[in-house]
Antibody, heavy 116, light 107 residues
Framework: EVQVVESGGGLVQPGGSLRLSCVAS????????MSWVRQVPGKGLEWVAN????????YYVDSIKGRFTISRDNAKNSLYLQLNSLRAEDTAMYYC?????????WGQGTLVTVSS | DIQMTQSPSSLSASVGDRITITCRAS??????LNWYQQKPGKAPKLLIY???SLQSGVPSRFSGSGSGTGFTLTISSLQPEDSATYYC?????????FGQGTKVEIK
């Protein structure tokens, strides 16, 4: 069974940092692109970033460029999102998803709250 | 960036009704159009990929069609468990972009 499980969210002050993790199982992780998507509570979905199979291609939405970094460790079947210089508007549920062009398997998300 | 515009933003229909949700792209996205269902407190679930391909395990009452810039999601016979918000996603050009969502309620 394909599963992805996110962790690492929490409450952080504006300007702070967090590292989100996503552990995948049930498929050959190193063969797939992976994405992060976020959702402000009560609002719509926003694709944030993705990376290719070996992590040497990375793409970001403009609103987080220079602040967030996506990475992966195929030996650990893990995807990461480093969040720096956090702002109140980054408050959201962050989802990890397998990226086959369509995002076909999603985790349950990890909530990031940016507040003083 | 490609803008995705969904309509309507919400609808209310009865069990057994046929409903259609439309998604329009600001430029051609070929067949890179996908549909998702999201229930409150849950992650989005892929229903349809590449315009009209049904994801494994999704009931056949869901179908997708369209081409170029205009796409539709149809539920042929609405069921109580279909109450949810539906999103389209273009995956043709990075950044991937979602429609704003359509909330479907059961009368």
């Amino acid at each position: 069974e394909v599963q992805v499980v996110e962790s690492g969210g929490g409450l952080v002050q504006p300007g702070g940092s967090l590292r989100l993790s996503c552990v995948a199982s049930g498929f050959s992780f190193s063969n797939y692109w992976m994405s992060w998507v976020r959702q402000v509570p009560g609002k719509g979905l926003e694709w944030v970033a993705n990376t290719n199979q070996d992590g040497n291609e990375k793409y970001y939405v403009d609103s987080i460029k220079g602040r967030f970094t996506i990475s992966r460790d195929n030996a650990k079947n893990s995807l990461y999102l480093q969040l720096n210089s956090l702002r109140a508007e980054d408050t959201a549920m962050y989802y990890c998803a397998r990226d086959r062009s369509a995002l076909d398997y999603w985790g349950q998300g990890t909530l990031v709250t940016v507040s003083s | 960036d490609i803008q995705m515009t969904q309509s309507p933003s919400s609808l209310s229909a009865s069990v057994g009704d046929r409903i259609t949700i439309t998604c329009r792209a600001s430029q051609s996205i070929n067949n890179f159009l996908n549909w998702y269902q999201q229930k409150p407190g849950k992650a989005p679930k892929l229903l349809i990929y590449s315009v009209s391909s049904l994801q494994s395990g999704v009931p056949s009452r869901f179908s997708g069609s369209g081409s170029g810039t205009g796409f539709t999601l149809t539920i042929s016979s609405l069921q109580p468990e279909d109450s949810a918000t539906y999103y389209c996603l273009q995956s043709y050009i990075t950044p991937k972009t979602f429609g704003q969502g359509t909330k479907v309620e059961i009368k």
